[in-house]
């Protein structure tokens, strides 16, 4: 068996797409006589998505000789967009079955995930570990394309994806696909198939709105789902195909930590107490702080997030939740959150039993009386708050979803979801 990472062909600018060379690559392999076994589409620690869009590296496992896909590699790599001096594509090839890949190799897998690793790095692994390089550019696409071959020995939860590819002549200009089809084909196959479309804005979230190659991607737990999905689209013509199979919507990348622990570029679920009310600021990002343990940590959901926002705000001081999400300059953005324990009462000024009217302080420690009914209560009374957040997740709408964050659909979650669809 032959097992193929490949990495950062992707250009900003000018649209290529590294799903697409690994589409491209699993099509010549069939050509040439190799049986394509599955190709992964690894998404990495979304803490460097800037770099590179959706920071996406791919793997093909595959019976062709290793000799033979590295030529085909090699070829397809011509096809990156090494003009752009962002686009750093890298390539790994070994003679190795999925399951016989090496632990240093897995064990990089979860940290490209999960923290920033260098080019060095797995320059010095892959010669390790007997994995051909091929590297164009400064070669950082090492990175990803060592984490993708590591990839299938080091995490067990995946998803797919369906990705459909537009005609070349057509790349770069508005792309022809009826929403409304979109939209009957998501409900009819939720939730074994969601992120398709964003139904409180409206927005079919399959469709990227980038120059690259693909037309739309669907994305679920059943391939045949997301294939079904994909057949019930009305669109311009689909040039090619690949159902990827994928660590997207699996929350890999979080790692439980308590407040104290968090760290910049990388993302985490944390517990703690709401240490202050939610305050609005300026371009509609709404803040909260968490408390535990003596440390604070501030969290964020901002305007893209949209609905999720008025679920932040409806949190009070003393709620017990736990917050995901990456953190960044010191704020945790947060892409869920579970309510653990909610304040139901507050301490409020008590009223008079006689006349029903509020009481007054009676002297510092002295609790509260009535002047008129000379009534008196020890201290303030108690009363009910009614709250609009119930126990239990919530999560960001389909359409500030990350590739890599968990969507509630899924289910598998240690409390009750409330799932934005
Ligand atoms: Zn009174």
Not at 300 to 327: H, N, Q, S, W
Request: hydrophobic share 40%; net charge negative.
């Amino acid at each position: 068996m032959t097992l193929v990472g490949i990495d950062d062909t992707d250009s900003r600018e000018r649209g290529m797409c590294t799903t697409y060379a690994a589409s491209r690559l699993a099509g010549a392999i069939r050509d040439a006589g190799g049986c394509v076994e599955r190709v992964l589409l690894v998404r990495l620690n979304p803490a460097v998505e800037h770099k590179t869009r959706g920071n996406a590296a791919l793997a093909v496992h595959t019976d062709l000789a290793a000799d033979r896909a590295r030529r085909l590699v090699e070829e397809v790599l011509e096809m990156a967009e090494t003009d752009d001096p962002h686009t750093n594509p890298g390539a790994v090839v070994a003679d190795c079955a999925p399951g016989a890949i090496p632990d240093a190799v897995a064990d990089f897998a979860v940290d490209a995930v999960r923290t920033i690793q260098d080019p060095a790095a797995a320059k010095t692994l892959a010669d390790a570990v007997g994995f051909a390089r091929i590297e164009r550019g400064n070669g950082r696409g090492l990175v990803g394309a060592l984490a993708a071959a590591g990839a299938w020995e080091a995490f067990d939860d995946w998803t797919y994806e369906h990705i459909a590819y537009r005609e070349r002549e057509r790349w770069g200009t508005e792309r022809d696909v009826d929403t409304e089809s979109v939209f009957a084909a998501a409900d009819a196959h939720y939730p074994a198939v969601w992120d398709t479309v964003d139904r409180a804005s409206g927005y079919p979230v399959c469709v990227p709105r980038t120059p690259c190659p693909v037309l739309y991607g669907i994305r679920g737990d059943d391939p045949d789902a997301c294939r079904q999905v994909a057949e019930s689209i009305e669109s311009e013509p689909v040039a090619e195909s690949t159902t990827f199979v994928t660590n997207q919507g699996t929350d890999v990348h979080l790692q439980d930590a308590a407040l104290g622990e968090v760290a910049d570029a990388r993302a985490f679920r944390v517990t703690g107490e709401v240490a202050a009310e939610p305050e609005t600021r300026e371009g509609g990002h709404v803040f909260v702080d968490l408390a535990a343990d003596g440390t604070r940590l501030a969290c964020a959901a901002f305007e893209p997030t949209k609905g999720f926002r008025d679920r932040v705000r409806a949190l009070r001081v003393g709620d017990r939740i736990t917050a995901c999400g990456e953190v960044g300059d010191g704020t945790l953005k947060l892409e869920k959150f579970a309510v653990r324990e909610l304040v139901t009462t507050e301490r409020v000024t008590p009223t008079c039993p006689e006349c029903g009217r509020s009481m007054s302080s009676a002297g510092r420690d002295q609790g509260y009386r009535c002047r008129d009914c000379s009534t008196h209560a020890d201290g303030k009374a108690a009363r009910t708050l009614a709250r609009d957040l119930e126990r239990g997740w919530y999560e960001v709408p389909p359409v500030a979803r990350r590739h890599i964050a968990k969507p509630l659909a899924r289910g598998g979650f240690d409390a009750p979801t409330h799932p934005e669809r």
